[in-house]
T-cell receptor, first 113, second 112 residues
Framework: NAGVTQTPKFQVLKTGQSMTLQCAQDMNHEYMSWYRQDPGMGLRLIHYSVGAGITDQGEVPNGYNVSRSTTEDFPLRLLSAAPSQTSVYFC????????????FGPGTRLLVL | LAKTTQPISMDSYEGQEVNITCSHNNIATNDYITWYQQFPSQGPRFIIQGYKTKVTNEVASLFIPADRKSSTLSLPRVSLSDTAVYYCLVNPLSGSARQLTFGSGTQLTVLP
C-alpha cells in the first residue's frame, strides 16, 4: 500500500514550457486535491475532484488544468509555465465520508526560470 | 468560511507539554476542527480531529470549549522530532474540498 505518490520530485522548467505533475493513490479514495505551498505560507487549493470524471476549481486555479479519468490518478497540467508558478505542489486524497482527513503525497518541487 | 488564527511560532524544550491555541470565532454548527502536522519537505499529516469537548489519541489531545470559538492542541512531553508546522483547520463534516483552508500554521521548535 503506497498511499499517495507524486512524480517527479523535482522539476525545472523554462517560462512557457508545459508539463504534467502526476499523482496516484491506491486507497480507492474518491476525493483528490492539488495544493501549492509557497515559502512560509500554508497550502492553497488549486483544483479538486470528488470522483472520476468530476473536477472543480479551488482557490488558485488559474494556469492549471486537471482531469480525472480514473479513481487512482489525478494529474495536474501546467500549459504555459510562469515564474509565479514556482512552488511546492502537494496532491492529497481522502475517502468520501472522511474528507476532512486527507492523505498527502511527498510533494513536487517546481522551479520555473 | 470560518477563518482560523494561530500563533506564528512557538518554542519549547524537550519533555515539556506544548499547547497551541487556534481561534475560530465564526465556526459554524456543522464545522469540525482538524489539526495537521507538516515536517520540512513533506506533505501535511493528519493529527487529530474533534467537534466538542475533548478528544485524545496516541499522538495528541484536542480541547474544545463549549462555545467552540477556539481549540487547543496539546502535545504531551514533546521531543526534538515534534519540531514542525502545525495547522488548524475548520471545515464542515460534509461538503467539497474547496472548503478546506490551510492558514499559515504555527512553527513549533523543540529545543534540547
Amino acid at each position: 500500500n503506497a498511499g499517495v505518490t507524486q512524480t517527479p520530485k523535482f522539476q525545472v522548467l523554462k517560462t512557457g514550457q508545459s508539463m504534467t505533475l502526476q499523482c496516484a493513490q491506491d486507497m480507492n479514495h474518491e476525493y483528490m486535491s492539488w495544493y501549492r505551498q509557497d515559502p512560509g505560507m500554508g497550502l492553497r487549493l488549486i483544483h479538486y475532484s470528488v470522483g472520476a470524471g468530476i473536477t472543480d476549481q479551488g482557490e488558485v486555479p488559474n494556469g492549471y488544468n486537471v482531469s480525472r479519468s480514473t479513481t487512482e490518478d489525478f494529474p495536474l497540467r501546467l500549459l504555459s509555465a510562469a515564474p509565479s508558478q514556482t512552488s511546492v505542489y502537494f496532491c492529497a486524497s481522502s475517502s468520501s465520508d472522511r474528507q476532512e482527513t486527507q492523505y498527502f503525497g511527498p510533494g513536487t518541487r517546481l522551479l520555473v526560470l | 468560511l470560518a477563518k482560523t488564527t494561530q500563533p506564528i511560532s512557538m518554542d519549547s524544550y524537550e519533555g515539556q507539554e506544548v499547547n497551541i491555541t487556534c481561534s475560530h470565532n465564526n465556526i459554524a454548527t456543522n464545522d469540525y476542527i482538524t489539526w495537521y502536522q507538516q515536517f520540512p519537505s513533506q506533505g501535511p499529516r493528519f493529527i487529530i480531529q474533534g467537534y466538542k469537548t475533548k478528544v485524545t489519541n496516541e499522538v495528541a489531545s484536542l480541547f474544545i470549549p463549549a462555545d467552540r470559538k477556539s481549540s487547543t492542541l496539546s502535545l504531551p512531553r514533546v521531543s526534538l522530532s515534534d519540531t514542525a508546522v502545525y495547522y488548524c483547520l475548520v471545515n464542515p463534516l460534509s461538503g467539497s474540498a474547496r472548503q478546506l483552508t490551510f492558514g499559515s500554521g504555527t512553527q513549533l521548535t523543540v529545543l534540547p
